[in-house]
């Protein structure tokens, strides 16, 4: 019996700032190209200016069911021009209300997709982090959850600043593949 296959549709937002460097979005990218029911939307290549186009990418949003949010972990943070995406996207009236009641994002399921440059043994209290990558993303995971969305967690790869095994991020970009194909819901 073959592995059951949503039929919903993923909006695969990238924001790598260099996309070309990087050997853990690669293997992600190329993993999913056979994928139909995921559009990949790399921001960096629709908006080098950082001019984004609001009403474009709300479109986006409402034609799938499922947003993944793909970048490298920079600073603790996202990267520049997905924080950019977010505060022009994600707005009153469309994103969220103060009373939660109309948020054209309800529902549908989001998570998140990043590469981190240290270890996963970095990212604890005892750490050179002091904290979880949960911890740190929790401004964007909170971002997501106050717009409605079912927020389903990250899906990290760490270690990239420390040259991973080609096998490791094969591995990663199955699981990744996985993760969209089948509308899974990403652990660790």
């Not at 029911?37 to 069911?65: G, K, M, S, W």
């Not at 103060?98 to 998570?111: H, V």
């Not at 990212?123 to 002091?130: D, N």
Request: with cysteine; proline share 4%.
């Amino acid at each position: 019996m073959e592995p059951s296959v949503t039929t919903s549709r993923t909006l695969l937002i990238v924001a790598h700032p260099d996309l070309g460097s990087s050997r853990a979005n690669a293997a992600r990218l190329a993993e999913i190209e056979g994928l139909g029911n995921v559009t990949v939307h790399d921001l960096y290549e629709a908006y080098p200016d950082f001019r984004i186009d609001v009403a474009r990418e709300q479109q986006l949003l409402r034609e799938h069911d499922t947003v993944v949010l793909q970048f490298p972990v920079q600073w603790y943070s996202v990267t520049p021009l997905l924080k950019a995406w977010i505060d022009a996207v994600l707005v009153y009236g469309f994103a969220f209300t103060f009373d939660g009641s109309a948020s054209e994002l309800r529902g549908k399921k989001a998570w998140l997709a990043v590469s981190a440059g240290s270890t996963l043994e970095s990212y604890t209290a005892e750490g050179v982090a002091r904290r979880t990558l949960d911890e740190y993303l929790a401004p964007v995971s909170q971002t997501l959850l106050f717009c409605q969305f079912d927020y389903r967690g990250v899906h990290a790869v760490y270690s990239m600043m420390f040259d991973p095994a080609d096998e490791d991020l094969v591995l990663d970009a199955k699981e990744f593949s996985r993760f969209l194909a089948t509308g899974g819901t990403p652990v660790g």
